[in-house]
């Protein structure tokens, strides 16, 4: 009976949140703006993690940062460059977007496409590179799941503390390996922490992507609990979100649990979880 009450509770949240609609979401989000090359963003903080320390071997497991259709099979032309990241996606009725940080980590991801695919569903993945050329493995099998990969950078770095061009090299090394194990150049990036500039967005136009933040953020890295994760989602719940979570980084065995909870109960409430498409913006 218990169990019953808690299941009606949440799904009563969810469908509140949900008649908020996107412009409540594009609320009470905060907006990421571009400044000149090398300074961070104002407007809102450095999001999606812990500060930034040393770069450690690419062998280190350092990371502490801060769904549709199968993807086209052709590379769009490359986009104009913005001055601040896409941060909710457009679409009838309930549309969201699940997005995953860092990855891949056979300790994790694995576990989650495994969860997606039970239920049908396709996220985006922001994959690092030095994660990606040792897991050539989980890309392939996130395309042919139908998942969208996109840039994360190759060592998850501050990216406005870097020269341009060491911004390019972290780029384009990984869009190299996605490319090798995924099929297809990525059309999506997204900065580390959360931190753009003017640079960040020029070299990302300029290999041919866009820029995708968040609007709802799990904050699953500081591993708060499965139930506060579950909770954060599903009362962050509005067409239009991008939710922001993390398969890599740290122990996300959390994020694992917390995914197989909320994600039948937003299918529950009528939600279409799909991924971005470029066409749209």
């Known amino acids: 009976m218990q169990k019953d009450q808690l299941l009606t509770r949440r799904r009563a949240l969810i469908a509140g949140a949900a008649v908020l609609g996107a412009a409540g979401a594009a609320g009470t989000a905060r907006v990421l703006t571009a400044d000149p090359a090398g300074s961070p963003v104002h407007g809102a903080p450095v999001a999606g993690g812990p500060q930034a320390r040393q770069a450690l071997k690419p062998s280190a497991y350092r990371l502490e940062p801060m769904t549709g259709f199968a993807p086209p099979r052709r590379t769009p032309g490359k986009p104009a460059v913005r001055r601040e990241p896409i941060m909710q996606v457009s679409g009838r009725g309930r549309t969201m977007v699940l997005t995953f940080d860092d990855g891949p980590d056979p300790r994790y991801t694995p576990s989650i496409l495994r969860t997606l695919r039970k239920h049908d569903v396709r996220a985006t993945f922001f994959v690092c590179?030095?994660?990606a050329v040792d897991n050539k493995d989980l890309l392939a099998e996130m395309a042919d799941?139908?998942?969208?990969?996109?840039?994360?950078?190759?060592?998850?770095?501050?990216?406005?503390?870097?020269?341009?061009?060491e911004i390019r090299s972290e780029i384009?090394?990984?869009?190299?390996?996605?490319?090798?194990?995924?099929?297809?150049?990525?059309?999506?990036?997204?900065?580390?922490?959360?931190a753009w500039n003017r640079a960040t967005f020029q070299i990302g136009a300029d290999l041919?992507?866009?820029?995708?933040?968040?609007?709802?953020?799990?904050?699953?890295?500081?591993?708060?609990?499965?139930?506060t994760i579950v909770d954060r989602v599903e009362e962050g719940a509005a067409p239009g979100v991008v939710v922001l979570s993390h398969d890599a980084g740290g122990d996300r065995s959390q994020t694992v649990r917390a995914l197989r909870e909320y994600l039948p109960e937003l299918l529950d409430s009528g939600y279409h979880l799909t991924v971005p498409h470029r066409e749209d913006f």
Not at 145 to 165: A, I, Q
Not at 209 to 225: I, K, N, Q, R, Y
């Open 145 to 165: 799941d139908g998942h969208v990969v996109g840039n994360h950078t190759w060592t998850h770095p501050l990216l406005t503390e870097l020269s341009r061009s």
């Open 172 to 194: 384009a090394r990984t869009s190299d390996v996605i490319e090798d194990a995924y099929g297809e150049r990525p059309v999506w990036f997204r900065a580390p922490y959360g």
């Open 208 to 227: 041919g992507m866009e820029p995708l933040a968040w609007t709802v953020d799990s904050l699953d890295w500081t591993t708060p609990g499965t139930a």
């Open 129 to 131: 590179g030095e994660m």
